[in-house]
């Protein structure tokens, strides 16, 4: 019975997750067509942070509740998840086609991102306020960079519904928020039903958040890439994966260290083993769509490569539980 509205949890959490995504990426692409954004500037904004809304919540709240491991593990192992199984996934399913150069700009500043807030921790071994304050910065000034990206490049729309006229913007926003809240709320029933089932067992803070609830809050990005796929807005799922990414790297990050009253020693695994699969992951996510095994353009995550994000994701797995 301990374990009855857990289980309800998970299995209602992950249903409602998968009927909302389809409303959720429909909306962000009528969106990107009434005001001339990108699909990509959809992705990395409306999807990033939409899709990245649960890891913040759960951040918060377990900042709040005097448990920041389970904080810190939830952003880096929400990134690990994102590319090896998000992208692993989706990828096998169906080859994702994304051109280098419309993506690169923004892999970069994920992986420069990365390296700064490795920096941050692994200089003093711990997550302070003024750590925080750091990230945080580094988000408005990637949002800032965004903004003005978005007002400078001109852009094409052949993979996007048909225009929506402009008095339907109401209609399409209201959609929108609707299709987000389900999808924030069924991540919460699984971070919830993850979380209760893993403390019956007496999983410790950080394996509980690096494994259960990074599983549990990267299924939007999971169920909005496979839809986005599907409905050929490869742009929008990469750039979904990418600035979810970025959220995670500096506003999940940065909220422990901004809400705790004290200095939050960090453990020494999260350095040699979690940050290193992550940055090895964002390296061959820009390597697998720059080039192939060949050497010449690519411009796809392929189904091999796919497949091998998985295989990478099994290793860490394996290091994870065996230490």
């Excluded at 998968?18 to 990108?38: G, P, V």
């Excluded at 590319?83 to 096998?92: D, E, F, H, K, N």
Aim: hydrophobic share 50%; glycine share 8%.
């Amino acid at each position: 019975m301990i374990l009855l509205f857990p289980i309800i949890s998970l299995v209602a959490g992950f249903i409602f997750i998968y009927l909302s995504a389809d409303s959720f990426t429909d909306n962000s692409a009528r969106i990107a067509s009434i005001y001339k954004i990108s699909p990509l500037l959809i992705g990395i904004l409306i999807l990033g942070f939409g899709t990245s809304a649960p890891e913040m919540i759960v951040s918060a709240l377990a900042a709040f509740k005097d448990h920041p491991e389970l904080a810190v593990g939830n952003a880096f192992g929400s990134n690990i998840f994102n590319i090896a199984l998000v992208l692993g996934i989706t990828a096998i399913i169906k080859p994702i086609e994304v051109k280098w150069k419309s993506i690169k700009k923004e892999w970069r500043v994920l992986l420069g991102f990365m390296l700064i807030a490795g920096f941050l921790l692994w200089n003093d071994s711990d997550l302070s306020f003024f750590d925080g304050s750091i990230l945080l910065g580094l988000l408005v000034a990637f949002l800032v960079y965004t903004y003005y990206i978005s007002k400078k490049d001109d852009h094409e729309f052949d993979n996007l519904p048909s225009n929506v006229d402009s008095s339907q913007k109401w209609r399409t926003w209201r959609n929108l928020i609707i299709s987000l809240t389900i999808l924030l709320v069924s991540a919460q029933c699984i971070v919830y039903g993850g979380i209760n089932i893993a403390e019956y067992f007496g999983v410790p803070d950080l394996i509980i958040g690096i494994t259960l609830v990074a599983l549990g809050t990267s299924i939007p990005e999971l169920a909005v890439s496979l839809r986005g796929v599907f409905k050929n807005q490869h742009e929008m799922v990469v750039g979904n994966i990418i600035g979810s990414n970025i959220f995670n790297t500096v506003a999940v990050l940065a909220i422990p260290g901004l809400i705790s009253t004290s200095v939050i020693s960090l453990p020494k695994e999260l350095f040699y083993r979690d940050s290193i699969f992550m940055l090895v992951l964002t390296v061959l996510l820009g390597l697998s769509i720059s080039r192939s095994l060949s050497g010449q353009r690519n411009n796809q995550i392929s189904r091999f490569e796919g497949a091998g994000f998985i295989v990478i994701l099994c290793v860490y797995l394996y290091f994870l539980f065996w230490n």
